[in-house]
């Protein structure tokens, strides 16, 4: 069966954190479909050399500057169709035992200057009645991950923005897509924060050796997960799909699974499951 390009529907990209992971897995399938992407990264020199590809400085640490990056680009490459929000960080670390300024700087990226580069986004589509907004959430944000709360805010907080926002483009001609992958063998551990821990927490045992076994646990999750071309592939067919959407992607148990676990069981259970599994 033939399949439609997708540059029959997009005829440009804006994609985040495009170096490495997700976000260049998703570059790599937009760019075999004919659609030239201008791709950021804090360091320029980590993008990749394509034709068709274009490398974008972009601190998403700072809003207004994220902002004006964005505007740039977008009058470079005469508007875009698509845009896909994936850029961000992990820390590691118990909540209180952390210094906030680190969970601060985490809500800041991923959440505050995410939205602010997706408002940016919608009024560049709604005048055209076009356009496609894919914000990079995660099943995290229905299954909490230990010690890691402020990427579980981030993402919980993306996913609410999403739905709300499908809501008021309806009928618009405009599409928004809540993309939640599990874990996928992108290297992601191993670019994870892991503050220096104070107070009790740093001299508990008890605590200590949790810490410990939900950092292996997490190790193994994303060690076993599948290729990121797996997520680009998962999001090419939403795109062609062309409607808003909550697409969920990964191992079985994560993608299907563990939503409907999410959605007729009970916290109780749930939280359970989570300690099982993290050994806490």
Excluded: C
């Amino acid at each position: 069966m033939s399949v439609t390009p997708l540059s029959s529907r997009y005829r440009t990209a804006f994609v985040t954190g495009a170096s490495t992971g997700l976000g260049l897995a998703f570059t790599e399938m937009l760019l075999v479909e004919g659609i030239p992407v201008w791709g950021t990264s804090r360091d320029p020199g980590r993008l990749p050399v394509r034709a068709d590809f274009h490398p974008v400085a972009l601190e998403l640490g700072d809003g207004p500057a994220a902002e004006r990056t964005y505007l740039e680009a977008s009058r470079a490459a005469g508007g875009f169709d698509l845009v896909i929000n994936n850029a961000g960080f992990g820390a590691f670390g118990a909540f209180a035992g952390t210094d906030f300024s680190v969970w601060e700087e985490q809500l800041r990226m991923m959440l505050i200057n995410t939205a602010r580069l997706s408002h940016v986004a919608l009024r560049e589509f709604l005048p055209r009645r076009r356009g496609a907004l894919v914000n990079i959430s995660s099943i995290a944000g229905e299954f909490a991950l230990p010690y890691q709360s402020a990427y579980n805010m981030a993402k919980s907080g993306l996913s609410a923005l999403n739905e709300s926002l499908m809501y008021e483009v309806r009928g618009t001609g405009v599409i928004v897509i809540d993309f939640r992958p599990g874990d996928y063998r992108t290297d992601f551990e191993t670019s994870v924060r892991r503050p220096v821990q104070v107070g009790t927490v740093a001299t508990d045992p008890s605590s200590i050796a949790r810490q410990a076994r939900a950092w292996t646990a997490f190790e193994r999750m994303m060690r076993d997960g599948p290729a990121p071309a797996h997520a680009a592939q998962t999001l090419r067919r939403a795109l062609e799909r062309g409607r808003s959407d909550v697409v969920r992607t990964g191992r079985f148990f994560q993608a299907v699974l563990a939503p409907l676990l999410a959605r007729f069981g009970s916290l109780a259970f749930k939280r359970r499951i989570q300690e099982k599994y993290f050994g806490l």
